[in-house]
């Protein structure tokens, strides 16, 4: 109340400066909404995570989280964005950088696939159209859009260079993505794997996939391929790739 009464008697400048603190206090907890809601999206899958569960994890009713979220398509689609955004950042920032096509590929999915996981513990957020309703699916699959057109500019850069074979490009970026909702599928089945490793891994394969001269069985080493863990263990203890 002494702030009140001080404010009464002052310019509307500390009128301006509780609206502005305010309105930064709104939009970091729409921030904490939006960064737990991605993590329990991601590690447990759309459809299986409730609002109620978001609300819960951030010791909230679900009534207080509509204050700050009118739905949960929305949220989803939010959510998703953030990760395209981050992912598109990774991607545009390896497309400026030295290197063959594929060296830039592989730093720009490892880039995109680090944030993220420090992010939320996730490599990826998987939607699938029985997840939103059809328009915020649509909505969801613009920003995938874009995402994909990002990494086809990396492939054809290195078909271009002749690091990666000649293929059709958006083929070779579904096979990229394919790997990511796998990685993400594996995770969530058994909490005890490595997000990290996993991913790292079946990326690593994918890219092998598409370097010019693999299907002669040539296998040139670049520079930028990561050896996780998961690559280094006995046979036995390996993931094994369906």
Request: aromatic share 2%; proline share 4%; hydrophobic share 45%.
């Amino acid at each position: 109340m002494l702030c009140l009464g001080l404010c009464l008697g002052m310019d509307m400048t500390c009128w301006d400066r509780l609206n502005k603190q305010s309105a930064d206090l709104q939009n970091r907890k729409r921030q904490m909404i939006l960064l737990q809601a991605l993590h329990l999206f991601a590690r447990n899958g759309v459809s299986s995570t409730p609002l109620t569960e978001v609300a819960k994890s951030l010791g909230i009713s679900k009534a207080a989280l509509y204050r700050y979220v009118p739905s949960k398509d929305q949220l989803v689609c939010d959510c998703h964005a953030e990760t395209v955004a981050i992912a598109l950042e990774a991607l545009s920032d390896a497309i400026e950088t030295a290197g063959s096509g594929l060296q830039r590929l592989q730093l720009g999915l490892r880039g995109y696939l680090d944030e993220l996981i420090a992010l939320v513990g996730a490599p990826v957020l998987v939607v699938h159209a029985s997840d939103v309703n059809a328009d915020s699916f649509q909505v969801i699959r613009t920003q995938r859009d874009a995402l994909e057109a990002r990494l086809r500019i990396l492939v054809e850069l290195g078909i271009s260079d002749g690091s990666i074979s000649t293929m059709r490009s958006d083929l070779a970026v579904r096979s990229l993505l394919s790997a990511l909702e796998a990685a993400a599928r594996w995770c969530r089945e058994d909490p005890n794997l490595n997000p990290g490793e996993i991913s790292h891994a079946l990326v690593d394969l994918a890219t092998r996939a598409l370097q010019a001269g693999a299907d002669q069985g040539e296998h040139p080493t670049s520079q930028l391929v990561l050896n996780t863990p998961a690559e280094t263990q006995p046979a036995e203890t390996q993931p094994k790739v369906a």
